[in-house]
Structure formats: structure tokens, C-alpha cells
């Protein structure tokens, strides 16, 4: 049947839940002066590593408000945590927008990283819901996973914040428009796949293929070889790409880009609620603007790599048949500061 929309006052927005109408201006300022006119870039990037640093502070046993901004609120605690580093850069960008507009820091961290994600080519458009009140107290220390945790180690603290092995992967389909800055700080800005700007399913391609290179200065905690000059790999998607309770999971994106979009939306949802009770929200996910779809790009093998220099780790389906690029081996550029 049809949802019955409320016209807002802009007179140029209808809604479902009116209280989302207030939600425009902020996007229209998040769009223009925190993603650069629209971008899928740096800032996007470190928006979206945001919702899950502020969100995954949640704990059945130490605690924790998950998805309530105290990253932001209670920031001189949390950015000193060994596993948020180079976070106070995105907080410290964030700050103006909330101070300027009435809006929780909770509600703005998950609302910036569902605009965020939408400027990508191929994303899908993730809900949101709002009305996360204020923080009262930090997250505990030790909540945020580290790339040199160990596989056990990992999916023990997702399944304390209460998601499954399956869900980790789910939610890993963020390192698709990523880059790393201070996994090795001489090469700031190196993405995980080929395509930083892009979401698309390269991520899982190229995590699969056999590690022959340091993007930099070698061997650095939490990073292993990658395939391809200009790409960094973190161990713990090394890992996870090989693990039996993982690999199939993973190996399943390798080329299914509705399949990367529909559970993303799923993952994205879990951990954006993640703290509070959504039926105490309200839904504002129809202000999200909808990502542009990926016309041309495939899956596909980087250019001089083959199905010969895939580590196949799933042991009940084999990986899906890509083309390779034609020509020479080529370097990934880094994601440009911003
Ligand atoms: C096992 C879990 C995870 C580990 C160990 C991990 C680790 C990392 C590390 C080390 C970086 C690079 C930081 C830097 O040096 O600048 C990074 C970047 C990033 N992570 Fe994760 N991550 C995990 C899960 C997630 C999840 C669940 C999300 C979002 C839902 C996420 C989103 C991102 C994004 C978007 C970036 C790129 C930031 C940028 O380009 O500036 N990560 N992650
Ligand atoms: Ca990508
Ligand atoms: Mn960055």
C-alpha cells in the first residue's frame, strides 16, 4: 500500500516521520562542508570508520552506551585509546557541525556516516534512524578491535557487542572505501583495495590473492604483504579471508554486488542501533539521499594476477570465474588528504 508522506516546511522535501524534516539543513551542511560538495573521499572514509569506533564501545560485560556520540562527547578519553588513533582528526572536524546544529553527537556520527557512504558510486543507501540521547559516560578501554588481534580474539569481542562471525564479515564490507593512515605512517592515505572511492566488491577480490609486497616500509604491527604496489592489507582481513569460520562469508562478495549491498544495509543497521532499544527511534532512513548505481565496473583481477595467485580458502564453493585487466602490473594511488 501506499506510505502516507509529510511535506515539510523547505517545501521542497516530504518525509514519513515529520521530525526527519529537520534532518535536511544538517545534510545540506554535512554535503557541502564536511564531504567537499558530495564526495567519496578521505573524509567519508574516516565518517564511516567513526560510526563503528563510536558504536562498537559496547560491551554485555564491561558496558558501554555503543551508538551514543561519547566518542565524540567524552573524546578526551576515547581518542587515547591505542585503537582510535588518527580518530581525533574526524572528531575534531565533526565538533562545528554538532555544536551548530540540535543534534545528538550519537545521532550525527551514524547520520554523517550514512550521507557519507551514500556519495559512493555502488553503495547502498543505508538507513538511519534518530533520536540517540547524550552520552553520559566514555566507552571502556579495550572494546575496538586492532588489525594484529587474532582471529579468536576478534569474533570473541564482535560476539560480546552480540555479532556473529557471519555479521563480522557483514560489517568488514566497509574496508571496500578505506585507507590507512598509521598502519604504516610513511604512506599515509593507502587503501585497502583498488578502488577507495568505489563500493564495490574489489575489496574481497584482493584480499584473497596471494600477499608479495610491503606498500612501504615493511612489516608493520597488524600489517601483512598485499598483492598489489600502492595497496596496504591489515592481518586481521588476511585472516578473516582464510579462517574456516569466515572464508566462505567472505569469498561470497567476491563478485555479488547485491548480495554486498543488502547485507552491509543489515550489518550497518545492527551496529548504528547498537546501545539503544529502536523502537525508542524514530525512522528517518527516506532522507538519505540514493547512491548512484555501478554502471560498468566488474569484478575483476588486477592487472598481471589470475586465479593462479588466488589463496582459495572456502572449502565448498569454488571462487567465481573475473577477467583480468589487460596490461602491465599497476600501483594503487593513495587516497589525497583532505
Ligand atoms: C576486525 C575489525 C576491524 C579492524 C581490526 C579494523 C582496523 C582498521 C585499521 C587499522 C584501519 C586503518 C586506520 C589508519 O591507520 O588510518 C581501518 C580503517 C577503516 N576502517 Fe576498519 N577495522 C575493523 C572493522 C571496521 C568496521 C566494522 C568498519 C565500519 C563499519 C570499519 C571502517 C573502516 C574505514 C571506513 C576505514 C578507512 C578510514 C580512512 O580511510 O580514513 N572498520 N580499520
Ligand atoms: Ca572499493
Ligand atoms: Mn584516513
Given at each position: 500500500g501506499l506510505i502516507k508522506r509529510v511535506a515539510c516546511d523547505d517545501g521542497v522535501h516530504s518525509v514519513t516521520n515529520a521530525a526527519c524534516?529537520?534532518?535536511?539543513?544538517?545534510?545540506?551542511?554535512?554535503?557541502?562542508?564536511?564531504?567537499?560538495?558530495?564526495?567519496?573521499?578521505?573524509?567519508?572514509?574516516?565518517?564511516l570508520r567513526l560510526t563503528f569506533h563510536d558504536a562498537i564501545g559496547f560491551s554485555k560485560t564491561a558496558g558501554g552506551g555503543g551508538a551514543d556520540g561519547s566518542i565524540i562527547t567524552f573524546d578526551d578519553v576515547e581518542t587515547a585509546f591505542h585503537a582510535n588513533g588518527g580518530i581525533d582528526e574526524i572528531v575534531n572536524v565533526q565538533k562545528p557541525f554538532i555544536a551548530r546544529h540540535n543534534i545528538t553527537a550519537g545521532d550525527f556520527i551514524q547520520l554523517a556516516g550514512a550521507v557519507g557512504v551514500s556519495n559512493c558510486l555502488g553503495a547502498p543507501r543505508l538507513p538511519f534512524f534518530l533520536g540517540r540521547p547524550t552520552a553520559t559516560a566514555a566507552s571502556p578501554p579495550g572494546l575496538v578491535p586492532e588489525p594484529?588481534?587474532?582471529?579468536?580474539?576478534?569474533?570473541?569481542?564482535?560476539?560480546?557487542?552480540?555479532?556473529?562471525?557471519?555479521?563480522?564479515?557483514?560489517?568488514?564490507?566497509?574496508?571496500?572505501?578505506?585507507?590507512a593512515d598509521l598502519v604504516d605512517p610513511t604512506i599515509p592515505g593507502t587503501p585497502f583495495d583498488s578502488t577507495p572511492?568505489?563500493?564495490?566488491?574489489?575489496?574481497?577480490?584482493?584480499?584473497?590473492?596471494?600477499?608479495?609486497?610491503?606498500?612501504?616500509?615493511?612489516?608493520n604491527e597488524g600489517e601483512v604483504q598485499s598483492p598489489l604496489a600502492g595497496e596496504i592489507r591489515l592481518q586481521s582481513d588476511h585472516l578473516l579471508a582464510r579462517d574456516p569460520r569466515t572464508a566462505c562469508e567472505w569469498q561470497s562478495f567476491a563478485n555479488n554486488q547485491a548480495r554486498l549491498q543488502n547485507r552491509?544495509?543489515?550489518?550497518?543497521?545492527?551496529?548504528?542501533?547498537?546501545?539503544?532499544?529502536?523502537?525508542?527511534?524514530?525512522?528517518?532512513?527516506?532522507?538519505i539521499p540514493i547512491p548512484k548505481p555501478l554502471t560498468t565496473q566488474v569484478a575483476h583481477f588486477p592487472a598481471g594476477l589470475s586465479v593462479q595467485d588466488v589463496e582459495q580458502a572456502c572449502t565448498t564453493a569454488a571462487f567465481p570465474t573475473l577477467s583480468s585487466d589487460p596490461g602491465p602490473a599497476t600501483s594503487v594511488p593513495p587516497v589525497p588528504p583532505s
Open positions: 524534516c529537520a534532518l535536511f539543513p544538517i545534510i545540506d551542511d554535512i554535503q557541502e562542508n564536511l564531504f567537499d560538495g558530495g564526495e567519496c573521499g578521505e573524509e567519508v572514509h574516516e565518517s594484529f588481534d587474532s582471529v579468536d580474539t576478534i569474533l570473541a569481542r564482535f560476539d560480546d557487542a552480540g555479532f556473529s562471525p557471519v555479521e563480522v564479515v557483514w560489517l568488514l564490507i566497509s574496508h571496500t572505501i578505506a585507507a572511492g568505489v563500493f564495490d566488491t574489489q575489496f574481497f577480490v584482493e584480499t584473497q590473492l596471494k600477499g608479495t609486497l610491503f606498500p612501504g616500509t615493511g612489516s552491509f544495509i543489515a550489518a550497518m543497521q545492527k551496529l548504528s542501533v547498537l546501545g539503544h532499544d529502536q523502537s525508542t527511534l524514530t525512522d528517518c532512513s527516506d532522507v
